[in-house]
């Protein structure tokens, strides 16, 4: 199947982008500047410059680009970068697929478990309403970008990725240095739930929705939320290290800014459409992903 990718340089991306070429999809990303290979198509999200011709015969979409949340300190300016390359991104390939002549791909689009806010222990699925925080209003706006693509008929599925659990990237990649020196703790109280997923059931579960008879929101995350103080400990645990220092939520309010509601903020979904789609996870309890992430670290994979 042809497949065409855009933002596959970051975490999520790079490892899908090298499973689909395992599997023998023909992968085609969309990147900013001079291509640097025949399956390289330039585009510019901020300008609507996008040639339909890239999309023609593929049987799917992914589209995972986007400024990352925590790369920099949120302030007023930052937020409108994270907002607009979402919605720039997400729009203009909406727009470019709704005017394709014949079959249309598939489009997965990326999204986000802040969709829903702070929810304390509140058990959220797919039907469960948006939350009023910052990123839950970037999500609705994100999704509401692909409206042109789903008012034609496109099968328009919104990854809604919860933490993504590996020592190559992301938030896992920051805290195993403290963990692995001894001095990681939890975070706040501890006590608000991380919805989370490693990176090979993330992209297991991209992979799976390519086929998937599924549209609309998905919760890409495992069945069974954890509390940060848990998955800390168990972190710890797995790694043969103490978990000592408790951060206090006021020093990282302070030092996050805030980006810190993301860290501290509790929400607990589960991944109710994709175990009704009938995907099998490798890593679906705390225990099997920190596992997984002790193995990628003693190999040094991290």
Do not use: C
């Not at 949340?69 to 909406?94: C, E, F, M, N, P």
């Not at 995350?221 to 006021?250: D, F, G, M, Q």
Request: glycine share 12%; proline share 6%; no cysteine.
């Amino acid at each position: 199947m042809k497949i065409v990718v855009a933002g596959s340089h970051g975490l999520i991306g790079t490892a899908l982008v090298a499973r689909l070429a395992r599997e023998g999809h023909e992968v085609h990303r969309l990147v900013r500047g001079a291509p640097a290979g025949p399956r390289e198509v330039p585009w510019d999200p901020a300008h609507g410059v996008l040639d339909p011709r890239a999309l023609e015969g593929a049987g799917a979409v992914v589209n995972l680009a986007g400024a990352g949340v925590g790369d920099k300190r949120l302030t007023d300016a930052y937020k409108d970068v994270v907002r607009r390359s979402r919605t720039d991104t997400t729009g203009l390939i909406a727009h470019t697929l709704a005017r394709l002549d014949g079959p249309r791909p598939v489009l997965l689009q990326a999204s986000g478990i802040g969709a829903y806010g702070e929810r304390g222990d509140e058990v959220l699925d797919e039907s469960s309403a948006l939350g009023d925080t910052f990123f839950a209003g970037v999500v609705r706006d994100w999704e509401g970008a692909a409206d042109p693509a789903v008012e034609a008929g496109v099968r328009v599925a919104f990854l809604r990725s919860g933490i993504v659990l590996s020592p190559a990237g992301g938030a896992l990649q920051r805290m195993l240095p403290l963990v692995r020196a001894g001095v990681a703790g939890r975070l706040g109280s501890g006590q608000q739930f991380w919805s989370w997923i490693t990176l090979p059931d993330e992209v297991g579960a991209i992979v799976h929705l390519l086929d998937a008879d599924v549209h609309g929101p998905v919760n890409l995350s495992a069945p069974h939320p954890a509390t940060n103080e848990a998955v800390t400990r168990e972190l710890a645990r797995a790694l043969h290290r103490p978990a000592r220092l408790p951060v206090p939520a006021a020093a990282l309010k302070l030092v996050l800014g805030d980006f810190s509601s993301e860290v501290l903020g509790s929400i607990r979904a589960l991944p109710a459409v994709l175990s009704a789609s009938g995907f099998t996870w490798q890593h679906p309890s705390v225990d099997d992903a920190v596992a997984w992430v002790a193995e990628e670290v003693h190999a040094g994979r991290s």
